[in-house]
């Protein structure tokens, strides 16, 4: 089975600060690695994921995230954050046929001035 | 990139009173749509797959009976909470994956806040 844990349930930053969003995940298959962000009352919205290639992975809103194999981890990372950051943010895995997601339990950044 | 909207945004309703929501792919075809519960300050926990013409297939727990999904067409899918209790008031939220170019997205709607008084 699949699992993805988001240690950090609440990150609080000040703006224009870096920030580290973490991700592990369990799986005994190979597995695709998405971050989502989710603004209050919203739907989610596609950060970036990984699928093959390159471990670093780029994203939206300046947003970067670092596949490693031998750590099972996919964290999530930005340089310098804004206000308009502040939200929720899941980490999520799939298998090859991308039908079931497995969301880890959120982080909510909170973006300080 | 690829639009999904559901209907409607919010809605409160009678306890035993039936609650339908819509989950449309506006600009791609949806070979296979999602349907996540979330509840508060948990995450997404996936309901039910639906394929354009058969029938959705439900994860372990959930009660077909209770949650009739219905995908009619490519671009349409839609969840109806029969009988609800205040237990299923939840945040229900539909994602769609294009059968085209980008089958390893899974797109998301905005959410449906129900409220079952």
């Known amino acids: 089975a699949q699992s993805v844990t988001q240690l950090d349930s609440q990150v609080p930053v000040f703006e224009e600060a870096p920030v580290e969003l973490r991700c592990n995940y369990s799986?005994?298959?190979?597995?695709?690695l998405f971050w989502y962000v989710q603004y209050p009352n919203q739907g989610l919205q596609l950060l970036l994921k990984?699928?093959?290639?390159?471990?670093l992975v780029k994203g939206i809103n300046g947003f970067e995230a670092e596949f490693n194999k031998s750590q099972t981890s996919f964290h999530l990372r930005k340089p310098s954050v804004h206000i308009s950051d502040t939200a929720e943010y899941f980490c999520?895995?799939?298998?090859?046929?991308?039908?079931?997601?497995?969301f880890g339990s959120g982080t909510k950044l909170n973006v300080k001035p | 990139g690829a639009v999904v909207s559901q209907h409607p945004s919010r809605v409160i309703c009678k306890s035993g009173t039936s609650v339908k929501i819509e989950c449309r792919s506006l600009?791609?075809?949806?070979?296979?749509m999602f349907w996540y519960r979330q509840f508060p300050k948990q995450s997404l926990m996936l309901m039910a797959t639906?394929?354009?013409?058969?029938?959705?297939?439900?994860e372990q727990g959930v009660e077909k009976d209770k949650f009739l999904i219905n995908h009619a067409s490519l671009t349409l899918s839609t969840l109806t909470v029969t009988s609800a209790h205040p237990e299923d008031s939840s945040f229900y939220i539909c994602?769609?994956?294009?059968?085209?170019?980008?089958?390893?997205?899974?797109?998301f709607g905005p959410g449906t806040r129900l409220t079952v008084l």
């Open positions: 799986s005994s298959v190979s597995v695709y």
């Open positions: 600009d791609f075809q949806a070979t296979t």
């Open positions: 994602s769609a994956r294009d059968g085209g170019t980008s089958t390893d997205t899974q797109y």
């Open positions: 990984y699928l093959s290639g390159s471990t």
């Open positions: 999520a895995v799939t298998l090859y046929n991308f039908n079931k997601f497995y």
């Open positions: 639906s394929n354009e013409g058969s029938k959705a297939t439900y």
